[in-house]
């Protein structure tokens, strides 16, 4: 009995380790929903425009998979943000109103309060277009790229509240022309957004 002793308590060491591992692995699905502002600038070579981007307003759903502090996140977000077009020359100023829906894949780290995520993000739709007066019909929207990325951080307040901060930014410039006989332009868009989220 004294011989065997030493197995015993080795087996009951072996199955509490596994125990505490299992239950430090923690799996689980968040669900939320956010909205927030955000500043929006575009970096062009445009001959006969200026570009200026400004404020705006985004909101969207997201779903996250998590493995303790380390997951995926799926997003799906709605932007809509003005853009205006200045002519060189005495001609009059161009306001546009851009609308787009993305979609971010993020790969997301939530160590404690804090909560890391980056990825690429999918732009589906967009629209900006606008009719001059002689007719010409301006489309910003056909000029954006189809991926770009986004880096950020945030914080957790409380079991449901987030605030989040991140960059946007595009892989490559689009190229294209935005309006019939106009020249080609080359476009990068970036963006700063500050949202408050609520997750189930």
């Known amino acids: ?16 380790y596994y125990a505490q591992k299992s239950k430090k692995t923690r799996t689980r699905t968040e669900w ?4 927030g502002a955000g500043w929006y600038g575009y970096n062009s070579t445009v ?5 200026k981007g400004g ?18 996140r799926f997003e799906v977000n709605y932007a809509r943000h003005g853009v205006d077009l200045t002519p060189h020359g005495d001609y009059p100023e161009v306001e546009l109103s851009y609308n787009k829906v993305e979609v971010p ?16 993000v999918f732009r589906v739709l967009n629209n900006c277009s606008h009719t001059m007066a002689d007719g010409t019909m ?3 929207g056909v000029l954006r790229p189809t991926v ?13 509240w987030i605030l989040d901060l991140r960059y946007n930014g595009d892989f490559s410039a689009a190229k294209g022309v935005f ?22």
Do not use: C
Not at 60 to 67: D, I, K, V
Not at 112 to 117: E, M, P, Q, Y
């Open 105 to 120: 894949v993020l790969v997301a780290f939530n160590p404690g309060i804090f909560r890391l995520h980056l990825g690429p």
């Open 55 to 72: 404020l705006g307003w985004q909101a969207g759903l997201q779903a996250g998979f998590m493995w303790n502090s380390v997951g995926v």
């Open 1 to 16: 009995m004294l011989l065997l002793l030493p197995l015993g308590v080795a087996a009951q060491g072996y199955d509490d």
């Open 138 to 140: 301006v489309d910003f």
């Open 47 to 51: 001959e006969l425009y200026d570009i």
């Open 32 to 35: 939320g929903i956010s909205a």
């Open 148 to 160: 770009g990325f986004t880096v950020g951080a945030g914080l957790k307040l409380g079991r449901h």
């Open 179 to 200: 309006y019939d006989g106009g020249p080609e332009v080359s476009l990068r868009e970036n963006s700063l957004q500050l949202s408050l989220g609520f997750i189930l």
